[in-house]
Structure formats: C-alpha cells, structure tokens
C-alpha cells in the first residue's frame, strides 16, 4: 500500500499537468504547443530509433565522463588545497577567479584549442562542474571537528588513513552538496557544448529541430532532457541516502533531542 | 589534619612531567596557562588531577598526551621523550559526541585504532569483544554512537581505549557532560577496567568527590599560572563502592581536605616550593 502511495505522489502531478496540456489544445491547435498524443507519437518516432545511438548516448556518454572526472579531480584537489595551509592561501583568489568566469564562454576558446571534438566538450563540462565538488571539499575539510582530529591522532591514525577515515567521511556531507550542484550544471553545459558547430548530440539535434520549424520534436527532446535530469535526480538521492545515512540519521537525533 | 604525602618513588616511573610550562602566544599578548608542574606516576598507578576551572588542566593533558609541544619542561613516557601522540597512551576526550567516529558503528570505532596498527583480524575481534563485554556494550555493536546515549558513547570511548591497549590512560573529564546516576556507574566502570588491566590511570576532573573516591592518589593544581598545590594518597580501601565508601568517615575527610585545598587555590595561596622558585 505504501508503495503504491509514494508511486501516486511520484507522477500525480505529471499526469495532471498532461491533463491540463491535453485539456488546453483540445479543440485549439497550435503550432507551437502540439497536444500530448502527437508529442506521444512524435517523441517514439523521434528517439527510439537509431538516435539513442547517434545522439543520445554520445551525449550521456560525455556527460558521465565530465561529471566523474569533475568529481574525482575535485575531491583529490579539494583533499590537498583543503589540508594544506599554505597551499590554501596561495590558490584560493584564483580560484574564485576561476569559477567566477561561465563556462559557456570557454566554448569557443576551447573550439578553438582543441578543435570541435568529444574532449571539447568534456573539457567544458569538467570545467564548469568541477568548482561546486572542490570548493565544497576544500570546505569541508577545514570543518573537521577538532577533538575528533585529535582522537585520531592520538590512536595514531596518520597520513592516508586518516584522509580515509576521518577526513574523507567528515567531508561528505558538503561533498555531496558540491556533488547534488555539480550534476545540474552538467547537464546544462552537455547541451549547450553541443550547440555551437556540432553535428551530433542532444543539444544539437534540439537546435536542429527549432531551426527546422519541427516543433513538435524540438519538445521532445526538451523532454528526454527533462527526463535525463530526473533520473540523475533519483540516482543522485539513492547514492546520498546511503552514503550519509550516519549523518541524517545524527541529524535527526539531534533536532528530536 | 591527617593526609600522607606522596611516598618517594623508587622505581621507575610510567607517566614522568618534568617542570612543564606552556605560555600561549596570542594578540593580546602572552597567556601562561600552566607554570611550572613536576610529578611522576608509577606503573599501574591510578592518580586524579584536580584544580579549579582555569586551571590549565586540558593544557596539561594536551602537553602530556602529545597534542600539543610544552613551552619548557618534558613529558617522559616509560623513559621515553614524549614529543607526538605516543603510541602506548590513549586518551578519553570529555565531549564523547565529538571524539567518536559518527560515520562508524560502535564496533568499527572500537576496531579502528587497532586496524590501523595493523593487528590481525582475529587478535583484533577478540580485542573488540573483550573491551565491548568489558564496558557492558556486547549488545551493541552495531549501533552508531549517535544512537546511544551520552553515557553509553563514553563507553564506546572507554572500550576504544581499552582495546588499544595502552599503557598510560589519559582521562579529560570524561564524566563532565553525563548525569550523576550514569556517573557514578562509569566511576565504578574505571575503577573495575583500572583493577583488571593494572593500567595507569591520570584522571582529570573538577569533581572533588570523584576524585577521591576514583584516586588512589589526588594531585591537586593551583590556580593559574598552575603548580601543583598538594599531592595526597588517597588511603581508602580498595574496593570501592557508591554508598559505602562515600559514606566512611576518611571519605569524609579526605573530601574535605581536598576541598580546602581547591578553595585555598581559588584564593590564590601558592604553596611555598612555588612561591621561591
């Protein structure tokens, strides 16, 4: 019974929002609004063929690839500049500097660099996902609770040890919150890497559809993008529960008492 | 008044401070939190430390335990310059919510120290299990720390420090934040650990009573700049228990001896040897 209640509010709302769509083009078409059984129609035709293989998974493929390599060399740089004082000192101006600039506008540079390839727009997206992980590591190292620092050295708990069990897992919960940000921005520079001189990809292909007048597919896409940013929306918070099930669970002990 | 001093140790000494001093440097100048201390533990001696607040008794620990370099003056542990974290001393922190691993269940915690030296698994369960059953935790340990309560985290504290078998037990006011019921259970707790493993115990309080009734000796501290005040054998019997024990009259009068002592600090009397030197 529960399931089935927590399947209810899952797409309650969805299927009532289509309700009203349906509701608004009935009778009324519109170019530019197409009612929900073409857009059903369209969005089959359009992405169950050969583009999942020419057009999406290339762009999923990138996107994993930015988002993992922004995570990994956030946290193993944010571990570093966070431990180290001096080194702290020395590159955070920069950094705010750094992740002041949009990425967007790195796309034409790195055009320009790297030409129109797949570690292009990588590149752009690491680029961009990167700085919510590592400043929120750096973050959360400096936060590690003093007397549990120095529990751990007392029971000589040193060096990558102590990264692993007390810094690391210390850090987590503003990891993930870098983590949790990092994945929406990667999202949108997967698709707007692929709008500039592309010739493949969701991004592309979106564009494509809206230059081309094809309004009913230009809003399918937009709903496999929609749909991509859900299911990493649900892996994200399944990953989360698990990973900080101490720290929610401290929480709430917290607030009861 | 009827106290014995400190006997002249013949052999050698476990814990040894040696005309410690630590001044901290800060914007407003230099603060000294603790003059001069000099006292020496014997193996297997279970000593408390008392002073009034401010007394600089967790600069104290801190400098023993390693944590922190002294201004001037040394630490030996077994003969041993102490100059980091050694590694035969374990130390139980007052805020038991911050010196557990929240992110470990009890066991883990317990388990860490002992898997970072690198003890076989099977030397190390039996490590775990013993502490645990020691510290009447067996059935827990799977919980995490937060999901016990305050005094029951002390013990996962306790447990940690008794599995890693140290030979000097450091105690920062371990009892300080837990109610006085839970209190007294991990008094006896101590003392039942301290006569089964013949460690050696410097418990830090500010709880006169506690002192002696946990001490086998009582160092007293002066106000600061700290030097020791006084330093008592405390001759009650070995067995001690919450209701008797307390309620004999040398209880009584060691209490009030020590009492005295701690108002007489708070009023800044200095004992001679301190005043000269």
């Known amino acids: 019974m529960t399931w089935l209640k927590s399947l209810a509010y899952l797409v309650g709302l969805p299927l009532l929002l289509m309700l009203i769509w349906w509701a608004a083009t009935l009778g009324r078409p519109n170019f530019f609004f197409p009612a929900p059984g073409i857009l059903m129609d369209t969005f089959g035709e359009v992405w169950f063929g050969e583009r999942i293989l020419s057009d999406v998974l290339p762009s999923l493929g990138r996107l994993l690839t930015g988002v993992a390599a922004a995570i990994g060399i956030g946290i193993a740089a944010g571990l570093l500049i966070g431990s180290i004082k001096w080194l702290r000192a020395l590159l955070e101006p920069t950094l705010e500097f750094f992740r002041a600039v949009p990425p967007p506008v790195l796309v034409p540079v790195l055009m320009l660099l790297m030409g129109i390839t797949d570690s292009m727009k990588v590149v752009v997206i690491i680029s961009g996902c990167i700085w919510p992980v590592l400043l929120n590591t750096i973050e959360g190292v400096r936060a590690v609770d003093g007397v549990l620092s120095d529990s751990a050295r007392t029971y000589g708990v040193a060096g990558w040890a102590r990264v692993r069990y007390l810094v690391l897992p210390s850090a987590s919960p503003q990891i993930m919150a870098g983590i949790r940000q990092c994945l929406s921005i990667g999202l949108i520079l997967m698709v707007i890497s692929e709008m500039f001189a592309s010739s493949s990809g969701l991004g592309f292909t979106i564009v494509q559809f809206q230059r081309s007048f094809a309004i009913p597919e230009m809003w399918s896409g937009i709903i496999v993008l929609g749909l991509i940013g859900v299911a990493m929306s649900f892996i994200f918070q399944w990953t989360e529960r698990r990973v900080l099930r101490w720290y929610h669970g401290q929480k709430e002990v917290e607030n009861a008492g | ?277």
């Open chain 2, 1 to 277: 008044m009827l106290v014995n001093e400190k006997p002249a140790v013949m052999e050698q000494p476990m814990l040894s401070v040696r005309g410690l001093k630590k001044v901290y440097k800060t914007d407003g100048g230099d603060v000294e939190a603790v003059r001069n201390l000099t006292f020496d533990l014997r193996p297997g001696e279970l000593a408390c430390l008392v002073g009034p607040s401010g007394s600089g008794k967790t600069t104290l620990l801190k400098c023993i335990s390693g944590l922190m370099t002294p201004t001037e003056g040394e630490v030996l542990l077994d003969g041993t310059r102490v100059v980091g974290p050694p590694k035969k001393m374990a130390v139980v922190f007052q805020e038991y919510g911050r010196s557990l691993f929240p992110w470990m269940r009890v066991r883990q915690n317990v388990e860490l120290p002992l898997k970072n030296q690198g003890v076989p698994k099977a030397e190390r369960d039996r490590l775990v299990d013993e502490a645990l059953e020691a510290v009447g935790l067996a059935h827990v340990p799977h919980s995490y720390p937060w999901q016990l309560s305050g005094g029951m985290q002390q013990r996962v504290a306790i447990a940690r420090a008794v599995a890693y078998q140290p030979e000097v037990l450091l105690m920062d006011e371990p009892f300080a934040a837990v109610d006085a019921q839970t209190r007294a259970d991990l008094e006896d707790l101590i003392r039942t650990v301290w006569k089964k493993l013949r460690v050696t115990v410097l418990f830090v309080t500010h709880d006169i009573d506690e002192s002696v009734y946990l001490g086998e000796r009582v160092i007293i501290l002066s106000s600061s700049p700290t030097v020791i005040q006084e330093d008592i054998i405390i001759d009650l019997p070995e067995d001690r228990d919450q209701l008797n024990t307390r309620a004999l009259p040398r209880f009584t009068e060691l209490r009030h001896h020590v009492y005295e002592q701690i108002q007489l600090a708070k009023k800044g009397h200095r004992p001679a040897a301190a005043v000269v030197s």
